[in-house]
């Protein structure tokens, strides 16, 4: 008996999705295992969590909270039974944050494990605590920020996300053909 190749591949896409929209406390939540994980990585020198960390940005950019400790910790657990509050707010901006947290996870790996410079690993790790602080505890999320300038400056297509456009970024579409 074979598996419906149509509904193995719904499965995998749903798997492989970031959800739209999310819910703000649960993103900061995740910001706020981030800031400490990676503050915990830079004053004990234990460079092995560097792999956990990259590993919760590399699942969460792909799935989300899905595949993600941290995220199913903040999803399934503290937001519903301790925050029990919902704020939606876009999906695309937090993925792309995510997507920034990923590189610099990924860079401190390689500093730390390609070239034996954990010193400066620490300083892109003190970097990523810094906005996640700022996530988790002030609710900017850098990220998101940076995805609105990316949209105004034409390089993320408003079709990425048109409700972030009009509703966060407030700029209306400029219309070439009416003058």
Not at 16 to 27: L, T
Not at 70 to 82: N, S
Not at 138 to 164: E, N, Q, T, Y
């Amino acid at each position: 008996m074979s598996q419906d190749p149509i509904k193995s591949d719904s499965a995998l896409r749903t798997v492989f999705s970031f959800p739209h929209p999310v819910n703000e406390y649960a993103a900061r939540c995740v910001a706020t295992m981030v800031f400490v994980l990676g503050f915990l990585i830079i004053v004990t020198d234990i460079q092995w969590l560097l792999f956990l960390l990259a590993y919760g940005f590399i699942a969460r950019v792909l799935t989300g909270p899905t595949l993600s400790p941290m995220g199913q910790l903040a999803t399934k657990l503290i937001v519903p039974i301790f925050i029990k509050k919902t704020r939606s707010v876009a999906g695309p901006p937090k993925q792309f944050a995510q997507l920034i947290g990923l590189i610099f996870s990924i860079t401190a790996l390689i500093l730390t494990y390609g070239f034996n410079l954990f010193d400066i690993a620490q300083i892109v790790l003190a970097i990523l605590v810094l906005f996640a602080g700022l996530e988790a505890f002030l609710g900017f999320c850098a990220g998101c920020f940076a995805f609105g300038w990316l949209m105004r400056w034409g390089i993320v297509p408003p079709a990425v996300c048109d409700k972030c456009f009009e509703a966060n970024f407030k700029i209306p579409f400029s219309n070439s053909s009416s003058k």
